[in-house]
């Protein structure tokens, strides 16, 4: 995965890389995830049949042939002119589940058409118009999608100042900046002149930064009555990301969450955040049996979705990983980057003395605490 960062790094303009790439403010949760992923030990078994591995789970009511979701990403079509699309073959092929983003570039009927047979589920921010909101909801349950998430860490946009520092816009501005770096990175800008024009496709064109876009739409009252509300609105699974607070969760529970996704939002909201998988243990202690657990931020590897399961994970949430595959090489990076996935759970859970998931256990790793 670190070499599919490097040739993304030289794919794609600089503005383009650090906005994935980045974090909030001086990034301090950003390194903190990779830090503790990391600073993981394993302590394996031997002497144990590990001929045939199998790295399937149930993730809310379905099996997954591995224990991953590739996250909701907005504006995927800036990484790579394929986009959401890219991204949805590549999971289809792979039969992992896909979320799309209220802030994706493609719309919700056409990943729909595009994979029909795999499992997709809708990311929701809520709006400050609240009918909104209930639209792109009807529109999710018409096109088959299972289950909805939401996103509550965003009541204000976070500072990521690499954005600022390279003046990001969306679309990305031409000006003599742009005119340069077109010249390092000629393929990319060709896609972007070339292609339908970039647009978020939950809502009109917008002109200027996500931050100021996500201060626009994004409703910084919603409370857990809104929380209840959705729930009355929505038949489906209902998951709500962007938690690091045990009560907060208890709380999602008790109004009827089918599951929670522990998430500083990668490192891109709140500075000095904690780390989801510090905290990951005593979530797991306390709702373990009431409801799934799932958690991302920092992970780049099979191995470090292995350290997730150990303590307790149902299923880990990746983003920058498939989207670093995307800006190496489209659609080919992001199926490139499910099977390094694939493989790498694999071997470490052979390595481990574990054949499935339900032989992972926090036995299996050392160096973790709990904040």
């Known amino acids: 995965m670190h070499d599919l960062r490097a040739i993304a790094q030289r794919r ?9 790439d980045g974090g909030a403010e001086s990034e301090l949760s950003l390194r903190a995830a990779r830090s503790v992923l ?10 144990r049949d590990v001929s045939q591995p ?16 590739f996250a ?44 029909p047979g795999c499992r997709r589920w809708f990311q929701l921010y809520v709006w400050r118009d609240r009918a909104r909101s209930l639209d792109l909801i009807q529109r999710a349950e018409a096109a088959g999608y299972d289950a909805l998430i939401l996103t509550v860490d965003t009541a204000v946009p976070g500072a990521r100042l690499r954005d600022v520092r390279n003046g990001m816009t969306i679309p990305p501005a031409i000006g003599l900046r742009t005119v340069v770096d077109g010249a390092r990175h000629p393929h990319w800008w060709f896609d972007l002149l070339t292609t339908p024009p970039l647009s978020f496709a939950s809502l009109a064109q917008w002109q200027g930064t996500v931050a100021e876009l ?19 609105q929505w038949a489906g699974k209902l998951i709500v990301k962007g938690i690091t607070s045990l009560q907060d969760a208890t709380d999602c529970v008790d109004v009827g969450v089918d599951a929670v996704v522990i998430s500083n939002h990668g490192g891109r909201q709140l500075d000095r955040s904690p780390t989801p998988l510090d905290v990951l243990p005593r979530f797991v202690e306390a709702l373990g049996d009431q409801t799934e657990i799932m958690v991302d931020g920092g992970f780049l590897s099979g191995s470090d979705v292995v350290v997730a399961l150990c303590l307790g994970a149902t299923a880990v949430l990746v983003g ?19 099977e390094l996935l694939a493989t790498e759970t694999v071997r470490t859970m052979q390595l481990l003395g574990a054949p499935t998931i339900k032989d992972l256990s926090p036995e299996l790793v050392r160096g973790l605490g709990d904040l």
Do not use: N, Q
């Open 38 to 47: 990391e600073g993981a030990r394993f302590a394996p078994r031997t002497l």
């Open 12 to 20: 794609v303009p600089k503005a383009v890389f650090d906005y994935v």
């Open 54 to 69: 199998d790295p399937s789970t149930e993730i809310l009511g379905m099996r997954s042939p591995i224990p991953v979701v």
């Open 214 to 232: 996500a201060a626009t739409l994004f409703d910084p009252t919603i409370s857990l009555d809104d929380l209840a509300w959705l729930r009355d």
């Open 72 to 115: 909701p990403t907005g504006f995927t079509r800036m990484m790579h002119s394929s986009g959401e699309l890219a991204v949805a073959r590549a999971a289809g092929s792979a039969g992992i589940t896909y979320a799309l983003s209220t802030m994706g570039t493609t719309s919700l009927e056409d990943i729909a058409a595009e994979i």
């Open 320 to 338: 920058r990983a498939y989207l670093y595959g995307l800006m190496a090489a489209g659609e080919a990076g992001v199926r490139r980057t499910s």
